[in-house]
């Protein structure tokens, strides 16, 4: 059980956020100018413009998604007027959840300063009844979490992310929902994973999804030393992109996969599910908070401390020596012992972690979420190319 808020279309939140939803690169910094007016909103701006639009239609699934995620109690969408983006109909999408939503438009109001201004007597409003709202009880069931590993080292794939992966099992078993995904780094994983998934056409799908996605990505790997890798993540000991696989879809954990989501796309299973989606930290947690994680459980050899708008992001360190120099950018070491044994025991680590996301579905404040790393958000265009 966890204590959360219970929204009107029957998600569930474990923040309870009124956001400012730019619907347009254009229009982040009437957002940003918002977020200042009205302390304790959050924005949500994102690098998608008229110039990015291969997936229009995506795109407008994705930021309606984001909307209608489970911690946000209120929205109010701010749109240029020219993006080929409807900012009218995303506001109306969200709004049919039950959610309170104010739609304004810079070219129709006024300008930047008299847009922002409106829209900030909307949020304060909306402010003033979040707070009234209390946490419930809420079954775990109700608990959607992503998964995400960025910043990887050679440790990643033998401390953190197994964990993760039992961390994985023990929400699936009481019921609840885990997003896997990051696809390019699951190449030469083909045959692991369709072990998992519940049927053969599931597994088809999936093998060819990987390799479309290394042929389409195989041209670009020259950038990352012609394996694939970033920088920190080879200076971190990972050899290949297969080795560094292996270690990412640890994190799923055991459990049968039942379903494969587009990039956003919010499951139909409660369960263990992939979605469509880049190894791109922040790209990738876009589409997980779309896709409706409230939490994202995110490990790193490396320290990298960002967070993500709307979702709870709690920091894995997979190693002792990073967590021991970046100690304010994590919540658990994967790798330590807090004096109770727990160096080297898997389980006891798991049991540790779990504890700590329940904790952090109650409200226990994550060290991205204290250090404001919550910033601008990129959003996947799948088809984009320069």
């Known amino acids: 059980m966890f204590l959360g808020y219970d929204r009107h ?3 569930a939140g ?57 911690n946000v109690f209120a929205a109010v969408v701010i749109g240029l007027g020219c993006e080929e983006i409807d900012s009218c109909r995303v506001a109306n999408l969200i ?18 300063v008299p847009t922002a201004e409106k829209a900030a007597r909307a949020a304060r409003e909306f402010l003033a ?17 992503g998964l995400e590993c960025g910043g990887s080292d050679a440790m990643s794939g033998i401390t953190a992310n197994p964990v993760m992966g039992l961390v994985s099992d023990r929400i699936v078993a009481a019921g609840g929902t885990v997003i896997l995904t990051e696809i390019d780094e699951m190449v030469g994983t083909e045959e692991v994973l369709r072990r998992q998934l519940v049927s053969e056409e599931l597994g088809c799908q999936l093998t060819e999804l990987i390799q479309d996605t290394y042929h389409r990505r195989s041209g670009f790997f020259h950038i990352y030393n012609g394996r694939g890798l970033s920088v920190g993540t080879l200076e971190g000991g990972v050899t290949t992109i297969q ?30 599910v ?46 002792s020596r990073i967590y021991g120099a970046q100690r304010c950018d994590f919540d658990f070491n994967a790798n330590g012992s807090e004096g109770d044994g727990s160096l080297g025991d898997p389980k006891l680590l798991a049991s540790r972690l779990h504890g700590l996301v329940l904790e952090t579905a109650c409200g226990r404040e994550t060290a991205a979420e204290r250090n404001l790393q919550n910033g601008f958000m990129t959003i996947w265009c799948k088809n984009f190319t320069v």
């Open 274 to 319: 992939i979605m469509d989606g880049p190894g791109q930290d922040t790209d990738s947690m876009a589409g997980l908070v779309a896709s409706g994680a409230q939490m994202i459980l995110f490990s790193t050899g490396r320290g990298t401390p960002a967070g993500v708008p709307i979702a709870s992001v709690v920091k894995i360190a997979s190693n």
């Open 95 to 112: 709004a049919a959840t039950g959610r309170p939503v104010a739609h304004f438009v810079v070219q129709q109001c006024g300008g930047s």
């Open 129 to 145: 009844a979040a707070e009234r709202m209390e946490r419930v009880p809420m079954d775990d069931s109700r608990l959607i979490v």
């Open 243 to 272: 080795e560094q696989s292996l270690g990412c879809i640890k994190k799923g954990g055991s459990t049968p996969i039942l379903q494969l989501l587009d990039y956003g796309q919010v499951p139909d299973e409660h369960g263990l």
């Open 9 to 11: 279309d029957g998600s």
């Open 14 to 70: 474990i923040r309870n956020h009124v956001i400012i939803l730019s619907t347009v690169v254009c229009a982040n910094g009437v957002a940003q100018m918002v977020e200042r007016m009205v302390p304790g909103t959050v924005a949500v701006t994102h690098n998608v413009g008229c110039d990015r639009l291969g997936d229009g239609p995506s795109h407008t699934k994705v930021l309606t998604n984001l909307g209608c995620n489970g």
